[in-house]
């Protein structure tokens, strides 16, 4: 990739990011309801800027983190969507479907905590320097550890 299309996807998601915070200011002022949308936007923009940050840096550790912020952020923007939708069509006075938002936002907790520790221990992907670098991304990654397919699986099942 040359860097007039790194400059190109830049400027085009950064144009997407601003659309969608003032989308997201404008419904987080609609209701509880739609305060559930407005944090999926807001959770959108993070996975946005962590993304960024992750294509521009050539630190493993700033990769590693920007990473798990931006996995942390999905986890939690599909469940603010997925808890919108759940409101929306009115479907809180099923028992099962209680239990089952309890269940959600237990596994989504239980990721973030393993994605808070995956820049210390790797218990989720590894990060490595790129040989040779690439414009893309001077750093990679590996998701070869049971966790990062539990993670996958609870965005799966959010979606």
Same mark, same amino acid.
């Given at each position: ?12 998601? @950064?144009?997407?990011?601003? *659309?969608? +915070? ?6 987080? $002022? ?11 936007? +807001?959770?959108?923009?993070?996975? *946005?800027?962590?993304? !960024? *940050? ?14 798990? !912020?931006?996995?942390?952020?999905? #986890? !939690? ?17 099923? $028992? ?31 990060? #490595? @320097? ?9 750093? !990679?990654? #590996?998701?070869?550890?049971? @966790? ?6 609870? #965005?799966?099942?959010?979606?």
């Amino acid at each position: 990739m040359n860097t007039t299309v790194l400059y190109i996807f830049l400027a085009v998601t @950064l144009f997407f990011m601003l *659309v969608n +915070v003032w989308t997201t200011g404008k419904v987080l $002022r609609r209701g509880p309801t739609a305060k559930w949308l407005g944090l999926s936007g +807001v959770f959108a923009v993070v996975c *946005v800027i962590s993304y !960024i *940050v992750t294509v521009l840096t050539d630190s493993v550790r700033v990769f590693a983190w920007m990473t798990s !912020i931006h996995l942390i952020a999905v #986890a !939690i923007g599909l469940y603010c969507a997925w808890k919108f939708s759940y409101l929306y069509v009115r479907l809180e006075n099923f $028992r099962i479907l209680k239990v089952i938002s309890r269940i959600l936002i237990t596994l989504v907790s239980v990721d973030v905590i393993v994605l808070l520790v995956n820049p210390f221990k790797s218990i989720v992907l590894e990060f #490595a @320097l790129r040989t040779p670098e690439s414009l893309y991304s001077k750093v !990679i990654y #590996a998701a070869q550890h049971p @966790l990062y397919y539990m993670h996958m699986a609870i #965005a799966y099942l959010l979606i």
